[in-house]
Nanobody, 124 residues
Framework: VQLQASGGGLVQTGGSLRVSCRTS????????MGWFRQAPGKEREFVAYINRGGTNTTYADSVKGRFTISRDNARNTVYLQMNSLNSEDTAVYYC??????????????????WGQGTLVTVSS
């Protein structure tokens, strides 16, 4: 399985950006998906989660109310809409497929397949 993230870039504080992640293969609709991010010098952290049907979403407290995760199963794509961006959102954003259910959805070890990441830089 391959995941291709795109849509990152440079945005000003208070701005918006949408990143996408397209997955190869025919089983995308059976995958629960997550977005994580890693800022320079920091550990990778959970951002958002969406179940396979798109009916259940969960967010990290730091992005709740500003970010929205969604998916289009017909396009094999998961999205992360990011609004009211600030400098603390600067990071490489990664999408991932959850394959391990013995650990919580917000832990990176619950995910087996990862995209290459897309860089989001928020400038003032």
């Amino acid at each position: 399985v391959q995941l291709q993230a795109s849509g990152g870039g440079l945005v000003q504080t208070g701005g918006s950006l949408r990143v996408s992640c397209r997955t190869s293969g025919q089983y995308f609709s059976t995958y629960d998906m997550g977005w994580f991010r890693q800022a320079p010098g920091k550990e990778r952290e959970f951002v958002a989660y969406i179940n396979r049907g798109g009916t259940n979403t969960t967010y990290a407290d730091s992005v709740k109310g500003r970010f929205t995760i969604s998916r289009d199963n017909a396009r094999n794509t998961v999205y992360l809409q990011m609004n009211s961006l600030n400098s603390e959102d600067t990071a490489v954003y990664y999408c991932a497929i959850r394959r391990i259910y013995s650990t919580p959805y917000y832990q990176s070890r619950s995910y087996h397949y990862w995209g290459q990441g897309t860089l989001v830089t928020v400038s003032s």
